[in-house]
């Protein structure tokens, strides 16, 4: 009988320290905008690829404004001393923050995050995957606490 239960506890041990991963975290969506309930989902992955224009018109405009000192895009005197890279347009769909840098020049889009700290979530929100032919998803942390996200990063591979 004695060597039943050590068999038993040792399975329980071993089972144990095979489940690490923490349950996720289920993070509710904001509620949405009156009159978008019958925009099309968010699909970070459709994006992939596409330059700014296209990206614009999937997502709906962006929060910044002409108005802005860094607003939707750059002034001419912006894009002469920035040559056009690396400006930054932030969007918000069904709940997600994505921002998403481009060329203001070539209209390339360089990258897509999208904020938030739940790897899992950001992932099936965005319908995404780790594993993907024609992009990576790279884990944004927190440079306060290196444990911690902020975000998954999208780039085109």
């Known amino acids: ?20 991963r923490s349950a996720p975290v289920v993070e509710s969506p904001a509620p949405g905008r009156p009159g978008h309930s019958n925009s099309r989902p968010l ?17 709906g405009p962006p929060r910044e ?5 860094v607003g939707l895009e750059p002034t001419a005197e912006q894009l002469r001393a920035t040559r056009g890279e690396g400006w930054i347009n932030t969007f918000e769909k069904d709940g997600t ?21 739940n790897e899992d979530e950001l992932l099936r929100r965005g319908n995404l995957d780790f594993v993907a032919d024609n ?3 790279l884990p944004v942390t927190d440079p306060a606490a290196p444990s911690r996200i902020m975000g998954v990063r999208v780039v085109a591979r």
């Open 135 to 137: 992009y990576l998803v």
């Open 65 to 69: 404004t002409r108005q802005q000192p």
């Open 97 to 117: 923050t994505i921002v998403v840098t481009f060329n203001a020049r070539t209209r390339e889009v360089q990258d897509l995050v999208l904020v938030g700290s």
């Open 43 to 59: 699909n970070v992955a459709a994006l992939v690829g596409r330059n700014i224009d296209q990206v614009r018109q999937r997502l």
């Open 1 to 20: 009988m004695s060597r039943a239960c050590l068999l038993l506890m040792l399975v329980l041990l071993c089972g144990g320290a095979a489940c690490t």
